[in-house]
């Protein structure tokens, strides 16, 4: 099946300071998504984005999926954005279930 | 993402006991999806469900699991005889397509067994 990595896997960062975080995957997808698990353990949606660019606020996302590669960007980052970034695929075929990375863990410092 | 409920939020079973969990998806979606996560382990797709009907259930464990999304109602996801093993959190997550469209996840249910 399709492999999902993750890196770093863990990120500690000062308040105010900016991250990429980096997800390949090694094939083809139909869909690409990323998660923000908080420390209370929910899944959030960041984006939906198996293709091109897309920004939310302080966040952005890239998938270059020729490259078979998406890049998380926060900005200004906060407190609250520590927790778990989760990237998660749907190559072709896979009737729309994810494959999960394993995860980057994000600690914010004041 | 809020949209999807999930309940209960927490689940304490002993051993051999049942758990079930259920899951109301997102107004208009009737794609559902369980994943599982253990702790140290990432999130796992268990089984899609459509109403009335199993789509994939290749995730599932073999035995003591089972899950349902009748014409009516919540999904179920049923585990027998639970085991400490089991303990972990349970998510559901919906679409309004299968496909590749965006899935929304629920708050969870954790699971724990004593």
């Known amino acids: 099946g399709i492999q999902v990595e993750q890196s770093p896997p863990d990120l500690i960062l000062q308040e105010g300071a900016n991250s990429t975080l980096r997800c390949n995957f090694s094939?083809?997808?139909?869909?690409l998504q990323w998660f923000h698990q908080n420390p209370w353990g929910q899944l959030i949606n960041l984006f939906y984005i198996p293709s091109g660019t897309k920004q939310n606020g302080r966040l952005s996302a890239t998938t270059v999926a020729t490259e078979r590669y998406s890049l998380l960007y926060i900005s200004s980052s906060q407190t609250t954005d520590s927790g778990v970034y989760f990237c998660?695929?749907?190559?072709?075929?896979?009737?729309?279930?994810?494959?999960f990375g394993k995860g980057i863990t994000l600690s914010v410092r004041p | 993402n809020a949209g999807v409920m999930q309940n209960p939020r927490h689940l304490v079973r002993r051993r051999g006991q049942e758990a079930r969990l259920r899951c109301s998806p997102m107004k208009g979606h009737s794609h559902v999806y369980w994943y599982r996560q253990l702790p140290e382990e990432g999130l796992k797709f268990m089984v899609y469900l459509q109403k009335e009907n199993i789509i994939d259930e290749s995730g599932m464990p073999k035995e003591r699991f089972s899950a349902e999304f009748p014409k009516e109602g919540p999904s179920i996801l049923r585990i027998q005889q639970v085991v400490r093993g089991d303990s972990a959190a349970y998510f559901c997550a919906s679409s309004p397509t299968g496909g590749a469209t965006e899935a929304f996840f629920g708050q969870g249910t954790r699971l724990t067994v004593v």
């Open positions: 094939d083809s997808v139909n869909n």
């Open positions: 998660a695929v749907v190559p072709p075929g896979a009737n729309s279930k994810l494959t």
